[in-house]
């Protein structure tokens, strides 16, 4: 499958944290790409150059998989891989002294990975990174589920009673939504829960994979939650159709260009309830000729 059948467009920015704890997954000999989440234990922990937990998450996952080539045992099964890398970060946080059956200490990540093979795409996915085919006649099929909506549904409904209480910075806001985040974390690779990328074996229980076939594809878009549209009220849900269209025609920087500007406009996260001002925003966008 010659890589001229593809454009391969990719951004990653930093949100307002101190770093950026998302990456992207290129791995050109194997067409796999991907989009990486980290998210920091909450659990203190800093790196040998001062790395977050989530940086080194991130950057661990991304690491394993870009490495890969096709010199197996077999061939390379997509999901395996994640798993494998998700050993990889199990290993890499005990290097560290982390105490890998402490879900407050672990250091995590979601995952939207495709291998794009001649007749079809293998998925993987984990937490709330997301993957969108758009096809010939303009539909867009949304492949992944959001396994943080529901949680993240929650948390939205505390924002916005502390909004209508009177709360009025974004630093309050994340003061009172913090508990919620802490008991959050518990319900990791579990019913209660969602999946991610913890180092914890029980993600082969959870993960989610598959495949979808090449016919009438026109282009695949994989992001992270940094890049879902601002939405409002709680029942605001954004349309797929609407965000694919706009990437399509403002490229992935330009919408996320004018993503950002509207993040800056509502700096204290009064207008669009939310954690932090601008989260980070990771994004490949796939096109077939």
Known sequence: MGGSEMKVEKLTIRGTSEWNEDAWVVNEGLHLYGVIDGATSLTPFRGPNNETGGYMASHSIKAYLEALGEERDGPLRLEQAVLEANDGLREQMKSFGID?????????????????????????????????????????????????????????????????QGITSQAELRKLVTPAILANKQT??????????????????HLEYGRINRIQLE???????????????????????????????????????????????????????????????????????
């Open 100 to 164: 890998t059956a402490d879900k407050q200490a672990v250091w995590s990540a979601g995952i939207a990975a495709v291998r794009v093979l001649e007749k079809h795409i293998d998925y993987v996915q984990a937490g709330d990174c997301m993957i969108y085919a758009l096809y010939k006649d303009g539909s867009v099929r949304t492949v992944t589920r959001d396994q943080v909506g529901h949680i993240d549904a929650k948390t939205k409904l505390l924002l916005i009673e502390g909004i209508q």
């Open 188 to 205: 990791m690779n579990t019913f209660d829960g969602y999946s991610v990328m913890s180092g914890e074996s029980a993600l082969a229980d």
């Open 219 to 289: 282009a695949l878009l994989l992001i992270t939650d940094g890049l879902f549209p601002l939405q409002a009220q709680l029942d605001d849900l954004f349309d797929p159709q609407a965000l694919v269209a706009e990437i399509r025609e403002r490229t992935l920087q330009g919408y996320a260009q004018a993503l950002l500007d509207q993040e800056a406009s509502d700096s204290e996260c009064q207008r669009y309830p939310r954690f932090k001002t601008s989260d980070d925003k990771t994004a490949v966008w796939i096109r077939f000729d």
